[in-house]
């Protein structure tokens, strides 16, 4: 983290003065850490980076009053998506639909094993969690605007 900082110092000095710090986000959380026994990072990794972050950004800021010092809460945004992903439209968070990424997924999503259209999930399956398939599109803007 001092070598991160000794940078930010060095921007500085070179007359930058608006900061933006985003903390990790839970990366213990990830797929490929769940399967793990013992994941890495694992919660408390990223909690001791996240709290350094934050102290050493604070500090940066009570240094350098002239400043605007930002930091964006990645860990708690992210967490809460994958807490309740239902609230950002993202109704299946076990399962993927291989065919997510071709160009006529909108219009042929059943050849690619998918059971209804990404972007095309009736109302009352929103709460769902096993049994559709959605895009997050723009709901991170809206979150990133709150």
């Not at 400043?67 to 708690?76: E, G, I, P, S, T």
């Not at 160009?103 to 929103?126: N, Q, T």
């Amino acid at each position: 983290m001092d070598r991160l900082f000794t940078s930010v110092e060095t921007l500085y000095s070179l007359g930058y003065r608006n900061y933006l710090f985003m903390n990790l986000p839970p990366l213990d959380r990830t797929p490929g850490n769940q399967a793990k026994s013992e994941p890495s990072p694992n919660a408390t990794q990223v909690g001791w980076y996240n709290s350094a972050l934050t102290y050493h950004a604070d500090t940066f800021a009570e240094k350098h009053k002239e400043a605007r010092v930002m930091l964006f809460d990645a860990h708690a945004r992210l967490a809460d998506m994958l807490d309740e992903p239902w609230k950002y439209g993202i109704v299946n968070t076990t399962d993927f639909c291989t065919g997510y990424d071709q160009p006529d997924i909108a219009v042929h999503y059943e050849k690619y094993g998918c059971p209804m259209p990404l972007e095309r999930i009736p109302r009352k399956h929103k709460r769902l969690k096993n049994n559709h398939y959605c895009r997050l599109r723009s709901e991170v803007g809206e979150v990133s605007e709150a």
